[in-house]
């Protein structure tokens, strides 16, 4: 019988956490940085490739680690570019990632974690329950692995999972992705996605330069609460106190995610609060349009209810966007494509 040894990845590590494996395979202090070298800027696959190393540095390291990269399992196509990828993770679950290219802009949306705890009503993801968090190297190799990886100008975390339930690994990626010694992106470049925890923000706003938004999609306490059931532990109101707080000096940006249903929160009353809870706040709104998923009992509103809205919004001097939406013909509302895959396997 032979046993296979399972080897630990080094993609996804950050220079500290390489310097901790030069140091317990015997490697030289500085290999750490030539290590992160090959795995961040020269894209290897194979630790072989690391070629100023010698022979005998690389026989140590392959010893017990190895790159750790996985090319997606498939891929689908929208005819508006929009490209939605299904990598398998945590040995066997599904999450996915969607390519957006847009004028001079290719924009790649990663998940922090299979499946979702949060459970709001609206998203098939949150229908899928929680199966777990993401490492690091399965955040990032979503970006390194994609096909259009050198084509990429911004990056939003807003694919499955909350990606402040997985702080530290989130942390981590933004790290190796805006250091010097990894990707050297600049945070202006990134948007974290949250439904909003209280301590997460905090900590994210002070361990990160990357942007915020927060998934609002109602004003009223209520009405929010049917949507996200986040809100009855972690209230708006908290969450907007925090941001209030904070000195999102330079080119750093809070935005806020409104997905606008038909008939549900598109009333010129919640125009009216939105206003009123947002004052004092330098920040805009992202309009996205309903995707209906199956079964739901939310509607789409047209384009023309949807403009009104965000015209509505802008003359009370909120800056309010309307967010395109994109992939719609190759099940891009997130969490469609897993949960799919998922079911085939359960039945396979
Ligand atoms: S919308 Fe985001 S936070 Fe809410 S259930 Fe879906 S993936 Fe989780």
Not at 59 to 75: F, I, K, Q
Not at 300 to 329: H, Q, V, Y
Request: glycine share 6%; with cysteine; aromatic share 8%.
């Amino acid at each position: 019988m032979t046993v296979t040894m399972i080897k630990e990845r080094l993609y996804g590590k950050t220079l500290n956490e390489l310097i901790a494996v030069a140091r317990r395979v015997k490697l030289p202090g500085f290999a750490a940085r030539q290590i992160a070298d090959w795995l961040y800027k020269k894209e290897i696959s194979e630790i072989d490739e690391m070629t100023n190393l010698s022979k005998q540095m690389r026989s140590l390291l392959s010893g017990e680690y190895e790159v750790g990269l996985s090319a997606p399992l498939n891929e689908s196509a929208s005819s508006d570019g929009t490209k939605k990828y299904l990598f398998k993770v945590l040995s066997d679950k599904y999450i996915e990632t969607a390519y957006i290219p847009d004028d001079d802009r290719a924009t790649i949306c990663v998940s922090t974690q299979a499946g979702c705890k949060m459970g709001c009503i609206f998203c098939m993801t949150g229908r899928q329950g929680f199966q777990g968090n993401l490492s690091s190297n399965e955040i990032l190799n979503q970006l390194r692995s994609l096909p259009e990886f050198r084509k990429l100008t911004n990056m939003v975390f807003m694919g499955m999972g909350e990606p402040l339930d997985n702080l530290a690994e989130l942390l981590k990626s933004l790290e190796i992705l805006t250091s010097e010694w990894g990707y050297a992106w600049s945070p202006t470049r990134i948007t974290v996605s949250t439904v909003g925890l209280k301590s997460a923000i905090s900590e994210f706003l002070e361990k990160s330069r990357c942007h915020l938004a927060v998934s609002l999609h109602s004003p009223f306490d209520e009405e929010r609460r049917k949507l996200m059931p986040i809100q009855r532990t972690n209230s708006v109101k908290e969450v907007l106190d925090i941001i209030r707080n904070f000195d999102f000096n330079g080119q750093r940006r809070v935005s806020f995610e409104y997905i606008l249903f038909k008939g549900m929160n598109d009333s010129p009353a919640h125009i009216k609060e939105l206003a009123r809870i947002l004052n004092g706040i330098k920040c805009r709104i992202n309009i996205i349009r309903f995707h209906r998923i199956p079964g739901s009992e939310f509607f789409s509103p047209d384009m023309e209810e949807t403009i009104r809205f965000k015209e509505a919004l802008n003359a009370k001097g909120i800056l309010t966007t309307i967010r395109a939406s994109r992939g719609e013909d190759i099940q891009a509302a997130c969490g469609l494509l897993s949960t799919l895959e998922q079911n085939r396997n359960n039945q396979g």
